[in-house]
């Protein structure tokens, strides 16, 4: 194998493989190594770009974000500014606008505009850029609605009867302008799975990529409309990882009301297919993603990373590149480590912030806005992670959920800042090159 590179990427989720693709769309010769899948594969797919302040509601994420540049100066979208908070909201339009592009369409959002959609517990969440499949979901405007929901016979993660009585009352009791009229839960069955035994989400998706069991599935459902006069129909997010796209016009047409996907638990379908889309658009540009591949240390000379040391099962190897993009995640990914009473960053060894450095142990993590969330690599306006004086690796760079200074639990912003600073990240790095 090949292991010399104008470029090396350590990570394959959102933030990595975003940077790679703007790098390789260069004419850089790219490779991404990925231990395995991080969040972005588990995630919903539904871009959360900011979704809370103090505990508020977002409802324009572009002027939240510019307010940042001020009050939050080293927040991640503050950074990609270099404390310019027009130089930053181009930035994160240039990254939402090419991530559109490459889901050819099958995204939409308005970075001016906060949509709000239902989780499987039938309550709700804010989030921005969304799969297509997530459009007719947006529960502000729901105004005395009568909704069908569909539960899939033997798809236990997701419980129809429960979700119905749920919405009905989130949306009752939480907004001030939006009702549910009625949310009527039907159970379908998916031909030949469910009869037996449990079936996941991964299994219902694959069987609706084919043409058999989706036209079964749709027969159903047209019988299951007949006499109730639903105005939109609700379903876990199993519509496929092939046809996704296809099968949610389909469905639209033939039942001639609005369909939608609500926002699933991992394993998530529609995490999966961003996971793909990314890594299809990377790829298309020349990306090298080398999978199994773990990053266990680097060699820095002269204030210069030159190589990465690499294990793929038990077989060693050293990678070589210009230029380095840190993009391993936080916690779940292991980009970030806790012994239970200091976080590492386990590749270069470097500095890890936080703001309550000795006091994890103090609150409880659900107790929102622990510290601990808010730790992380804290880097310059050019994304080159901050090391002490003399230190300096002047040929790295870092982005997405290992940088430090924001909770993307409470505020919601994960997907949003991992894709806009990986691409902060890839122009840096092309212009070190
Ligand atoms: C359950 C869950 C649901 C979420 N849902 C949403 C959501 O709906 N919307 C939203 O906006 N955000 C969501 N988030 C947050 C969001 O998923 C993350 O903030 C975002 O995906 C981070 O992207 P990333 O590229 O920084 O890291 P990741 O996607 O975690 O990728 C890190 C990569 O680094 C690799 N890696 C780590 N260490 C090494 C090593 N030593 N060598 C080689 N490779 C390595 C990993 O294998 C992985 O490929 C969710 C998070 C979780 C946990």
Aim: glycine share 8%; hydrophobic share 40%.
């Amino acid at each position: 194998m090949d292991t010399t590179y104008d470029a090396i990427v350590i990570g394959a989720g959102m933030a990595g493989l975003t940077a790679a693709r703007k790098i390789a769309e260069v004419g850089k010769k790219v490779a991404v190594l990925s231990r395995g899948l991080g969040t972005t594969n588990m995630s919903t797919g539904a871009i959360d770009l900011l979704g809370y302040t103090q505990n508020k509601l977002v409802s324009n994420p572009e002027d939240e974000i510019r307010s940042f540049v001020r009050t939050s100066p080293r927040h991640p979208y503050a950074i990609l500014g270099n404390g310019d908070d027009k130089k930053a909201l181009e930035i994160l339009k240039d990254s939402i606008q090419e991530f559109l592009k490459i889901t050819k369409m099958a995204y939409v959002g308005d970075t001016t505009r906060n949509v709000v959609l239902s989780n499987y517990f039938g309550t709700y969440r804010p989030s921005c850029i969304i799969p297509l499949t997530m459009k007719n979901g947006n529960l502000l405007e729901f105004t005395d609605t009568k909704l069908m929901v569909v539960g899939i016979r033997g798809y236990a993660e997701f419980n129809a009867k429960f979700f119905a009585k749920s919405l009905h009352h989130t949306v009752n009791s939480f907004f001030r302008q939006n009702t549910l009229k009625e949310v009527v839960p039907k159970e379908i069955a998916i031909p030949s799975l469910g009869k037996d035994k449990e079936i996941t989400s991964i299994e219902i998706a694959e069987a609706l990529d084919t043409e058999y069991a989706f036209s079964r599935f749709l027969e159903q459902l047209k019988k299951s409309i007949i006499d109730i006069d639903v105005e939109i129909v609700v379903i876990p997010a199993i519509l496929g990882y092939k046809n996704w796209v296809q099968n949610h016009t389909i469905l639209e047409k033939e039942l001639g009301v609005p369909v939608f996907e609500c926002l699933s638990l991992p394993p998530s379908v529609p995490g999966q297919r961003l996971q793909q889309i990314l890594e299809n658009a990377a790829s298309d540009v020349g990306v090298e993603i080398h999978r199994g591949i773990q990053v266990l240390s680097a060699h820095i000379e002269n204030n210069e990373c030159k190589t990465l040391e690499t294990i793929a099962d038990i077989y060693r190897q050293t990678f070589e590149a210009d230029v380095y993009v840190l993009a391993s995640g936080s916690f779940i990914a292991e980009g970030l480590y806790f012994d239970g009473k200091k976080i590492y960053e386990p590749i270069f060894n470097l500095p890890v912030h936080s703001p309550n450095r000795n006091n994890f142990s103090e609150r409880r993590l659900e107790s929102g806005k622990h510290s601990i969330a808010f730790a992380g690599i804290q880097v310059t306006e050019t994304m080159k992670p901050i090391i002490e004086k003399g230190d300096e690796i002047t040929n790295l760079f870092a982005a997405g959920s290992i940088l430090a200074n924001y909770d993307y639990i409470s505020e919601k912003s994960g997907l949003g800042v991992a894709l806009t600073t990986g691409y902060r990240a890839g122009m840096n790095a092309i212009n070190k090159l």
